[in-house]
């Protein structure tokens, strides 16, 4: 796993919402996203896809966890679908965790990075959302990204 610290800067976001455990439903809701997106003509080489878990199932009941699944969009990009949200992201200082796009290298990432990140003397900013970040020259490469805002 490899880690590097870098400023995200503000986007603005397309998403969907999916409330209930995590897993298999945050794929389902990925893979409706990612349609909507293609026919949408969004989904090219630069498309950037984020997830963004709001809840700690140890503290949330799962049924009330909160998982949104977003598209970075272009500043004008007008959205004109009744089921997808727009928002932003305000960026910020984030360490970036480079890991392997499989389910168990993300489960085994969200084990250590906390740890990780104490290591390197770094503290976790609870004011901004931690983001799964998959680009697509990342993902062409077999990998993802884990950022945790840091300050």
Avoid at 38 to 64: F, T, W, Y
Wanted: proline share 4%.
């Amino acid at each position: 796993m490899n880690l590097s610290i870098e400023d995200i800067p503000y986007c603005r976001i397309a998403y969907l919402r999916q409330v209930g455990p995590y897993g298999q439903n945050n794929v389902q809701i990925m893979e409706q996203l990612k349609g909507w997106a293609r026919s949408k003509c969004l989904m090219d080489d630069h498309a950037i896809i984020l997830g963004i878990a709001h809840d700690n199932p140890e503290l949330v009941e799962p049924q009330n966890c909160r998982y949104d699944t977003c598209i970075v969009i272009s500043d004008d990009y007008c959205i004109h679908d009744d089921y997808i949200t727009k928002g932003f992201i305000s960026g910020g200082k984030y360490a970036v965790f480079l890991i392997c796009h499989t389910a168990e290298a993300v489960q085994s990432a969200w084990q250590v990075i906390f740890h990780e990140l104490f290591t390197c003397n770094y503290q976790m900013d609870e004011t901004r959302p931690i983001l799964e970040r998959y680009k697509m020259e990342v993902l062409k490469k077999n990998y993802c990204e884990i950022c945790v805002p840091v300050y």
